[in-house]
């Protein structure tokens, strides 16, 4: 089970502290934690949580090395200022940013060249579902995100319908494991059915719908915005994931 806290372009620097070091002081041994954070918060959340349970990663990195690329960053420079791995292909990023599976390719492709590991996200939104697309958008944004020759190992996906991000409106049971499992169909398909990536859900997941979203077959942990942002609400869904591991 692994359960991520997304911060996205959140909190104040101060509340960012308060939070690690509540963080710091909780202990899950039979989960893994995942701190996703603002790319200016990686060195003094690093250094807080030295020693703690937790990995702590990037929101996005650049495809490139290094280059004229005002306001990005590289995987190389996440690395060096402490992140162990970056989350890729957000829904966000591929909206606001107009990121396409083949920029997606490119970044983890970079990513994993530093060693990083990879939590990659899809999901379709309300209309590709209504129009009962979703299945098809979801295995097109897996087949064309995952760079060909990228290994399992180090790759996580995070299945999150874009409609449920921030919304309160969680997928159904049957929606999430039917999804769930056509993500692993494919990903068996490509790596053989002992070497599936760990498979997440996210989409307003709170300490209240935790324990029975993690009920669901072949749900692997949680991908958490909002509630990740307080450490009461954050510990009782690693409770949940732990009660499930
Ligand atoms: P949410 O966000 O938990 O606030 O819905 C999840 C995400 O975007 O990763």
């Known amino acids: ?34 701190l996703f954070v603002p790319h200016p918060y990686l060195v003094p959340m690093s ?9 702590i990663g990037g929101q996005d990195c650049h495809f490139a090395d290094h280059g004229a690329f005002t306001g990005d960053v590289s995987a190389a420079m996440l690395r060096d200022c402490g992140a162990s791995l970056v989350l890729l292909g957000h829904s966000e990023r591929r909206a606001a940013h107009g990121e396409t599976s083949d920029i997606v390719a490119q970044k983890i492709k970079a990513a994993m ?50 409609w449920a991000i921030g919304t309160g409106a969680v997928a159904s049971p049957d929606d999430i494991a039917a999804m769930h499992h056509v993500i692993a169909s494919v990903l068996a398909e490509r790596y053989g059915a002992n070497h599936v990536p760990p498979i997440l859900y996210g989409g307003s997941v709170n300490a209240d719908n935790a324990a029975s979203l993690f009920s669901i077959p072949l749900v692997g942990g949680a991908l958490v915005g909002g509630a990740s942002l307080d450490a009461d609400a954050f510990a009782a869904i690693c409770t949940a994931a732990q009660d499930a591991a």
């Not at 250094?47 to 990995?55: K, P, S």
């Not at 939104?125 to 897996?142: G, N």
Request: hydrophobic residues 45%.
């Open 1 to 34: 089970m692994i359960v991520a806290a997304n911060w996205k372009m959140n909190p104040a620097l101060d509340q960012a502290s308060i939070l690690a070091t509540a963080l710091a002081s909780q202990s899950f041994p039979q989960i893994k934690r995942i």
């Open 47 to 55: 250094v807080r949580l030295t020693g703690a349970a937790l990995e």
């Open 113 to 162: 060249a530093q060693n990083l590991d990879v939590m990659l996200c899809v999901g379709e939104t309300k209309a590709e579902r209504d129009d009962k697309k979703a299945e098809q958008v979801v295995i097109d944004q897996l087949q064309a995100s995952i760079p060909e020759h990228a290994p399992p190992t180090g790759l996580m996906i995070a299945y999150e319908p874009v």
